[in-house]
């Protein structure tokens, strides 16, 4: 059998498969429990700092590298959870136009999202996370965030090995650790408002919801984690049955890999990991046979340090870091890019408290960088992407605990965030032409956000 042929078999099932999913999605009725929780009688602080997710820890690491299958034992445990975020957003000075069709200049208060989360154990060593969402914002009702995982767990020269594989739609986001960019700080963001960089690489959700990938990994000894797959788009007709619609099409992705390699470390009073990760794929956005294609390959490098002792006073810091070298040759046929090569760089760093896992105190620092071109970035101050500034949040979860209200069947974080810019798509003052400076971009964002 010709290689060509193996790649068609494998984009036939992948797409199979995805038609599958979103059958099942589409057929299972919503009812929401807290289902990693109920399927594990552990209470929300053992997998999530503070009680509430995304950020986890060792515990939590371990039961998503375990394929979200680990269990009490116990029977009749659905997979199934709910969730609804809901936010006022206001930025320094009004925006010129509304952000999204029904929104105002300022001061919008919206219903962001509400989801329904397949998240649990399905079989013996086989578990999912798989999240489809009504966008409040955009109106519309979406297969989301989905990470369908089979793990095995045996030994290898007296030490423990973990083997598991993992179909999603995002690359990064079947990784254990918070520092890649699909699960990083802040966990939280308005969609009306300015929440980071206008720019971002290929791996920072570029490709999220309109890819799949199989992935395999391993983690060996506790503490030696590596994985490797691939990604194919998703083909327009596809997107269109599972209401992404096409406006976000990326086009035709071709030779997506995907590395990681990290090294955790879990003392039970503190934890911490350091990674490298990569990504690699050519993009054709006009589906054309033969067209040219642009070519990107990222490499991050990240790391975390979690001071956990006694759970009463817990410490996290966390920062990556993402290289971006651009091939743009169907951007600049398209007359988009005056450059055939160019790069982007990606920093990220932040610190967080959390006490009595019930408040927290949150501080990051994002910096966006990239090259010149004048038809890239015509609008953009010096013709670049340079974005600069910092992130700030106090939230308070007073559920989660084992003697919450309604534990473990209810959760809430109230949150107020406060992002500050010092650049702007490469401006300080002047990002828009008409005088507006990076800092009418600050953007305050309420929010309440719960899940069931």
Sequence with gaps: MTLSRHFHRWRLWLTRAAGL???????????????????????CVACHVGGFGPQLTPYGVKFKLGGYADTDGQPGKLPLSGMLVASMTRTAKDQAEPPADGAKLNNNKTLDEASLFIAGRLADQLGTFTQ???????????????????????SLA?????????????????????????????????????S???????????????????TAYGFYDNQWYAELGGYRDLSRTMQERMSLGTA???????????????????HHSRAYSVGLFGFNAGIQPDRQPGGPRNQYHDVGIDGQYQFLGTREHIFTL????????????????????????????????????????????????????????SLLYS?????VPNTRGTVFQADWTPWGKEDSWQAPWANLRLGLQYTAYNQYNGAFRNVDGNGRKASDNNTLFLFAWTSF
């Design 132 to 154: 489809i969402t009504y966008d409040g914002v955009g109106k519309s009702s979406s297969l989301d965030q989905m990470d369908v995982r089979f793990a095995h767990s045996t």
């Design 248 to 266: 976000d099409d990326p086009g035709r992705v071709s030779n997506a890999g995907y590395w990681r390699l990290a090294w955790f470390q879990d």
């Design 318 to 373: 966390q920062g990556s870091t993402i290289w971006e070298r651009q091939k743009r040759d169907a951007m600049v046929a398209a007359g988009e890019a005056d450059h055939a090569h160019g790069y982007l760089r990606e920093t990220r760093v932040n610190a967080s408290y959390n006490y009595q896992q019930t408040y927290g105190l949150s501080l990051g620092r994002f910096m966006t960088t990239g090259d010149r071109d």
């Design 196 to 214: 980071g960089p206008e720019t971002g690489t290929l791996i920072n959700g570029g490709l999220e919801q309109h890819v799949l990938g199989l």
């Design 158 to 194: 007296g030490k423990d090995l973990t083997l598991g594989v993992s179909l999603n739609n995002n690359p990064g986001v079947q990784d254990p650790f918070n520092t890649m960019p699909v699960w990083g700080y802040p966990y939280a963001a308005s969609a009306l408002g300015f």
């Design 21 to 43: 999913l979103a059958a099942l999605t589409a057929a299972t009725p919503s009812h929401a429990v807290p289902s990693y929780a109920r399927q594990t009688g552990q209470d």
């Design 379 to 383: 609008s953009n101050g010096a013709m």
